[in-house]
T-cell receptor, first 115, second 113 residues
Framework: EPEVTQTPSHQVTQMGQEVILRCVPI?????FYWYRQILGQKVEFLVS????????KSEIFDDQFSVERPDGSNFTLKIRSTKLEDSAMYFC?????????????FGPGTRLTVL | DQQVKQNSPSLSVQEGRISILNCDYT??????FLWYKKYPAEGPTFLIS?????DKNEDGRFTVFLNKSAKHLSLHIVPSQPGDSAVYFC????????????FGTGTRLTIIP
């Protein structure tokens, strides 16, 4: 069964450093998302991406964040200068073409720890 | 932002009995809803969904009920099995370009053997 994969599973970084979180969405999907979950809190939407551009972003997704689809398979989230409050689980999701209610399928997540 | 609420943080159910997880929402623009199951250190796994044109959707042991007038949905699991022990999130989406999912805070379901 096709699945979304994410690397690394755990990333530890120093405050102020740049990190890139990587995702490989399901191969025939065209809509891509990033969400995050701070420990003990709900899963929060960050950004959606379609046709090589951002289609929606949340207030969390400020200028320190960017997304890219550098090739036909990867989808990345970059945090330019990490802050302590960026520590969270980051989930990538993808959705197929079709009705708007097509399900978003989530990857296993990357745990980001900012020291 | 409390647009999607799961008021029960935890629920314990005897194996073989019915588990009922509840979710309330406030945004009348939501028109499709999903339930995800999550184990620790894993991503949310899709379980079942329902669009606003329906009031019930069934898939095996899982049934989701939607009451639009009350802005309430519920997930029924019957019979409950030990492997169902996990955190369950409801999520809601809006149509046509506003694609993000808004999640509830989750309910931790424990099935007692």
């Amino acid at each position: 069964e096709p699945e979304v994969t994410q690397t690394p599973s755990h990333q530890v970084t120093q405050m102020g450093q740049e990190v890139i979180l990587r995702c490989v969405p399901i191969s025939n999907h065209l809509y891509f998302y990033w969400y995050r979950q701070i420990l003990g809190q709900k899963v929060e939407f960050l950004v959606s991406f379609y046709n090589n551009e951002i289609s929606e972003k949340s207030e969390i997704f400020d200028d320190q964040f960017s997304v890219e689809r550098p090739d036909g398979s990867n989808f990345t989230l970059k945090i330019r200068s990490t802050k302590l409050e960026d520590s969270a689980m980051y989930f990538c999701a993808s959705r197929g073409v079709g009705q708007i209610t097509d399900t978003q399928y989530f990857g296993p997540g990357t745990r980001l720890t900012v020291l | 932002d409390q647009q999607v609420k799961q008021n029960s943080p935890s629920l314990s159910v005897q194996e073989g009995r019915i588990s009922i997880l509840n979710c309330d929402y406030t945004n009348s623009m939501f028109d499709y809803f999903l339930w995800y199951k999550k184990y620790p250190a894993e991503g949310p796994t899709f379980l079942i969904s329902i669009s606003s044109i329906k009031d019930k959707n069934e898939d095996g042991r899982f049934t989701v009920f939607l009451n639009k007038s009350a802005k309430h949905l519920s997930l029924h699991i019957v019979p409950s099995q030990p492997g169902d022990s996990a955190v369950y999130f409801c999520a809601a989406g809006q149509p046509f370009g506003n694609e993000k999912l808004t999640f509830g805070t989750g309910t931790r379901l424990t099935i007692i053997p």
